[in-house]
């Protein structure tokens, strides 16, 4: 069992989503715990009214509504009961078996789950500490659970159901219509209700590495007007194939609608899990120096952090979205900060890059400065038969000087080369120095 805690500030937005599951057939509300009446004798407004009146208790309380998921493994075929069971065991262990809290089972998933909707405002008054308490209670809780009820133990496996999915096989389901929608459902099952994704194109980051597509087509179309949603299978090359199917004709209705629902909630629970993806960039540019952006895409990728590149015809970048599939958490650049962004990324690469470039131009400069010198050191306007006529020098990319540049250049040079060569000194002058020396000393010691 895995077992995921959220808090949230609208009471009304958690139990609408669960309620709409209940109206589109993807889900049952199963229990509703301290509650005045049976399940089956309150309405949707009921439900909800006891809620807001006891967390109108403490108007402090911000993030006043607790949305907690229990995850079994896709080998377990549990009843209403024992789900019932098992819900109300868990929140006695975590500290919220006296509270209202509403359960419901989904059926939108591959694997069998059920949504708590709570408060954190006891019926006193008092704030529900939630401090670590995904670390410690639920932890604890979830152990415990595993061994009275007999479930599949979690421990070390939380990212398993991940790892297992694999991309669709293009080249067996693009012919036929059935296999399409069987494979891309299968895949829609797990992302749509584990990645935490805000827009479509962030989706669509996820979902284009298994080879899917969610596509509202061009803007004239009458799929973009009428707000629907088609999911398409891609080949190697990124291009659609295949038949493409409505949202509305999967059994989980994975339409505008329902991801509209899903952007608002994924903006506040991805939040927490951005600081890894930040931290992952950071030590990959800083670590090994002069980093490529295919070098980055890869370090990432040993991090469990997929890079999706927009770019267009002639390869200059102007979109990157980051894909955690650890957290499963998905962020376009920007939205970590300008210097993740498209633009700051390719600049720090390209810097590198460039510095890369550059450095082959320094021999070149010198060659062309030591072929005015020849072999004895001594300077000659005329090239030397060792020194390569001028259509013989190699193409240098630095940009041609101007002659007035050039003449500074070469007088430059001759002043410096003169200063530094001692072979050009007559040996008489080094002689006559050498004798007043001594002739000084004889005067100093007749003296």
Known sequence: MVAVIKTSASIHR?????ENKVKEGVAHCIA????????????????????????????????????????????????????QEIAETYMDKIGFGSQPYLVYEHLDAAHPHIHI????????????????????????????????FGLVQASGNKQKPA????????????????????AISTILDFVLNNYNYTSLPELNAVLKQYNILADRGSEESRVYQTNGLVYRLLNENGEKVGVPIKASDFHNKPTLAFLETRFTI?????????????????????????ITLS???????????????????????????YVDHQTRCVCKGSALGKTYSARSIAERCKQTIEQKDTSHFEPTIKSQS???????????DKPSKNTPQSSELPQSPVPVQSTEQSMTHTV?????????????????????????KRRTNRNQHSS
């Open 295 to 321: 070098e980055l895409v890869k370090a990432l990728a040993k991090e469990g952090i997929a890079v999706v590149l927009q770019q267009n015809a002639q390869g200059l970048l102007y979109g990157i979205t």
């Open 370 to 380: 030591h072929s005015i010198v020849n072999k004895n050191n001594t300077l000659s």
């Open 14 to 18: 958690i139990v609408n989503y669960n």
């Open 412 to 436: 430059l040079t001759t002043l410096l080369q003169l200063e530094q060569t001692a072979e050009q000194v007559p040996q008489d002058l080094k002689k006559r120095g050498r004798k007043r």
């Open 117 to 148: 909707v709570s408060i954190k405002v006891r019926s006193d008054g008092s704030r529900i500490d939630m401090q670590n308490i995904g670390r410690n209670q639920s932890e604890k809780a979830r152990k415990e659970i595993e061994k009275t």
């Open 266 to 290: 994924n903006q506040t629970t991805r939040k927490p899990y951005q600081n890894r993806i930040r931290n992952a960039i950071d030590l990959a540019l800083r670590t090994p120096a002069n």
């Open 163 to 182: 790892n297992k999915l694999l991309p669709v096989n293009v080249q067996k389901v693009q012919y036929g219509k059935s296999e399409t929608k069987k």
């Open 32 to 83: 509703a715990v301290n509650y005045p009446r049976e399940i089956d004798e309150l309405s949707i407004s009921q439900k909800l009214n006891r809620l807001l009146n006891q967390v109108a208790l403490n108007e402090n309380v911000t993030r006043n509504s607790v949305h907690i998921s229990l995850n079994f493994d896709p080998s377990e075929k549990l009843s209403h009961e024992q789900l």
